[in-house]
């Protein structure tokens, strides 16, 4: 393996997040907390569980940064995805919904998909580039997304608790910061990550819900497909249940531009 792929930026970043992980968890298990007590007292179902959840939480960050986010390959794979909406017959077709070519890869574009440049990719339902996992997140990683924030969030509160437990009164402050100063760095970084996981979660479930993508819901205006329609209109919102029903229980490619022709016929 060469020295650049080592010292790219997915690699650091993978790596730092590993690191960063177990040391957290190794500061949690050194100190006073209810692990340590447990530990001690030969009592492993709660430690076991920590480090199991611990690991769960890691695989699905490793998955999500490694998986293919939904990638445009070729125009032959477009073509295939796309010929069913194009039998489609609706006197909208030809004004409405305008196949373009990506300017950086040259690649036709299916409606949703974004060329995201750290990745030198078009990526299906792109949702957004996310620099903590070195992947974008779009059509083929999003659940497996939402599924890693939401066992993440749990870890997190979790160890939060486990280093609230390990603070002890000393004598003086000066004591006290000597023998919980890792523990207080890491109590510092779990409320962090806590509250940044937290929000993240609840902002990803509001645009499930609408049908919307990061990108979309930020960039409205600047979106062909988007920008001719009302702001308070979404041609791809089916009702909140239905949108949250599709994205968590069903699976499969979804051809966008005939769920957009069936919704704008339908307002006209």
Known sequence: MSISVLLSSGCLVRTGHTLLTWGVILVLFLHDTDLYHQETQWIYVKPLLFVVAVLC?????????LM???????????????????????????STVRSRRCGYCLLKQPMRARHCK?????????????????????????RVFMLY???????LLWAFRLAWSGFHFEATWIDWLRLNVFLLLAFILVGIFTAVVGLLLACHLYLISCNFTTWEFMSYYRISYLKQRDSDSNPF????????????CTGGHVIWERVYLRNTYDAV
């Open 237 to 248: 919102d089916r009702g909140t249940v239905r949108n949250l029903w599709n994205f968590f």
């Open 149 to 155: 924030l939401t066992v993440q969030l749990v870890v």
């Open 57 to 65: 939480s890691v695989g699905l960050y490793f998955a999500v940064s």
């Open 68 to 94: 293919d986010p939904g990638y445009v390959l070729s125009d032959r794979e477009e073509k295939t995805f796309s010929a069913p909406a194009e039998q489609e017959t609706s006197p909208l077709t030809s």
């Open 118 to 142: 750290s990745c030198n990719h078009c990526v299906r339902r792109f949702d957004h580039h996310c620099p903590w996992i070195e992947n974008c997140v779009g059509e083929k990683n999003h």
